[in-house]
């Protein structure tokens, strides 16, 4: 069974540009989940997306927004990006039903120039 | 605000020996936790998973136990192996009426495994 995949492995951008990162579940895991996780901040949760719709909002910018499509793949954006924007974003996703446990990909690298 | 942290950095073992890695977190209410272990450039991996409904939960060479009256979490790795050497989360899940199915994770624990 496939795990959790994301695309692009790293992605260069410079100051005030927008990035799109993608995810893909498990296959029938509805929930998916993204994290940052930046160099000596750890992991801080950003999005929870399920049945197509956002659940939940970690304490970030407006500017990080995403998706979730019918298919339950998801796209996290970033728009007006910031040097401090620079981290490993993770996707995570799960089944939806209780307390189920999170399983992640290995993300994606963000560096902004 | 809800925070999970972990004692320790660093923990150096000799392989063969058992690890033992410490977690505190800080919500009363959260009711669920899971470990996980992040090797150098991937994602984090689920090793095991534990409700607040109980006390302790065994898995493959791993035990974790949960203290809910200090709010404290632990990972014991039996038999150490090299392959063991990755960096350990802790993450809690609060209640779902004001968390959802957020995680809140904690630090980290650099595990290293000596032969």
């Known amino acids: 069974e496939a795990g959790v995949t994301q695309s692009p492995t790293h992605l260069i951008k410079t100051r005030g540009q927008q990035a799109t990162l993608r995810c893909s579940p498990i296959?029938?895991?509805?929930?998916v989940y993204w994290y940052q996780q930046a160099l000596g901040l750890g992991l801080q949760f950003l999005l929870w997306?399920?049945?197509?719709?956002?659940?939940n909002r970690g304490n970030f910018p407006p500017r990080f927004s995403g998706r979730q499509f019918p298919n339950y793949s998801s796209e996290l954006n970033v728009n007006a990006l910031e040097l401090e924007d620079s981290a490993l974003y993770l996707c995570?996703?799960?089944?939806?039903?209780?307390?189920?446990?999170?399983?992640f990909g290995d993300g994606t690298r963000l560096s902004i120039l | 605000g809800e925070s999970v942290g972990l004692h320790l950095p660093t923990l150096s073992v000799q392989e063969g020996d058992n690890s033992i890695i410490n977690c505190a977190y800080s919500?009363?209410?959260?009711?669920?936790f899971i470990w996980y272990k992040q090797e150098s450039g991937k994602g984090p991996q689920f090793i095991i998973d534990?409700?607040?409904?109980?006390d302790k939960r065994q898995g493959q060479r791993v035990t974790v136990l949960l203290n809910k009256t200090v709010k404290h979490l632990s990972l014991q790795i039996a038999a150490t192996q090299p392959g063991d050497s990755a960096v350990y989360f802790c993450?809690?899940?609060?209640?779902?009426?004001?968390?959802?199915?957020?995680?809140?994770f904690g630090e980290g624990t650099q595990l290293t495994v000596n032969p």
């Open positions: 995570a996703s799960s089944f939806y039903r209780g307390r189920q446990p999170q399983h």
């Open positions: 534990i409700r607040s409904n109980m």
């Open positions: 919500n009363s209410a959260s009711d669920y």
């Open positions: 993450a809690e899940m609060g209640p779902k009426e004001t968390s959802g199915s957020r995680l809140t």
């Open positions: 296959s029938g895991h509805t929930s």
């Open positions: 997306y399920d049945e197509g719709e956002e659940r």
